[in-house]
């Protein structure tokens, strides 16, 4: 079966603008979470959804956001970007809450803020 | 807060060698413990996974890792690495209703 999608791959954006990041997740995962992954931080939890509601959330400023659809697939946003935002963004989808089981991980979006 | 503790982010040796990658983690409740693994240009995947019961685990290509609650700790190991073992490696907790991730092992496998 099809693997979590994440389009665009790469992403090069000045200061100031905004970005949306799509993430397909694998049919019939109903949870989605977003990480922002950096050299000197790592991976970090940005938010988790399921069934289109936010049900979890990390320790970001409220510049990100994102959302669910009904059909599960996810976004993103980040606004008024910041050079320091300049990043791997992974999603991950998962039957469950993905503490409790497997997550599947896309290939990420890499996003350059100039 | 939960956090994960990833010691000698590069390690590298020769094939045949035997691997261990130290986790510590710091939770004040019941987590589940995980190992992921990143090959070059590919996606994050599922090593192994630890819930509860016997506290050896193994996982895909002869890992193991080892839960000691004592010592918060999720060691991975493997007795006899090839050079396709080359890959980052995270140790990952999930408590709190969301993964926490270290910082990563890069291991380097020498032909």
């Known amino acids: 079966k099809a693997g979590v999608t994440q389009t665009p791959r790469y992403l090069i954006k000045t200061r100031g603008q905004q970005v949306t990041l799509s993430c397909s997740p694998i049919?019939?995962?109903?949870?989605v979470s977003w990480y922002q992954q950096t050299p000197g931080q790592g991976l970090q939890f940005l938010f988790e959804y399921f069934s289109e509601t936010q049900r979890n959330k990390g320790n970001f400023p409220g510049r990100f956001s994102g959302r669910q659809f009904s059909n599960s697939r996810s976004e993103m946003n980040v606004s008024t970007l910041e050079l320091g935002d300049s990043a791997l963004y992974l999603c991950a989808s998962s039957l469950a809450q993905p503490k409790n089981t497997e997550a599947f991980f896309g290939q990420g979006t890499r996003l350059t803020v100039v | 807060a939960q956090s994960v503790s990833q010691h000698n982010h590069h390690v590298i040796l020769s094939e045949a060698a035997s691997l261990e990658l130290g986790c510590n983690y710091s939770y004040g409740g019941t987590v589940n413990l995980f190992w992921y693994v990143q090959y070059p240009g590919q996606h994050l995947q599922l090593l192994l996974k630890?819930?509860?019961?016997?506290?050896l685990v193994k996982g895909i290509k002869g890992f193991e890792a080892e839960f000691i609650k004592s010592k918060f700790s999720f060691n991975l190991r493997k007795p006899s690495v090839q050079w396709s073992d080359t890959a980052e490696y995270f140790c990952v907790i999930g408590g709190n209703n969301r993964l926490a991730f270290g910082k990563g092992n890069q291991v380097v496998v020498i032909p």
């Open positions: 630890y819930f509860s019961g016997d506290p």
């Open positions: 049919s019939g995962h109903r949870s």
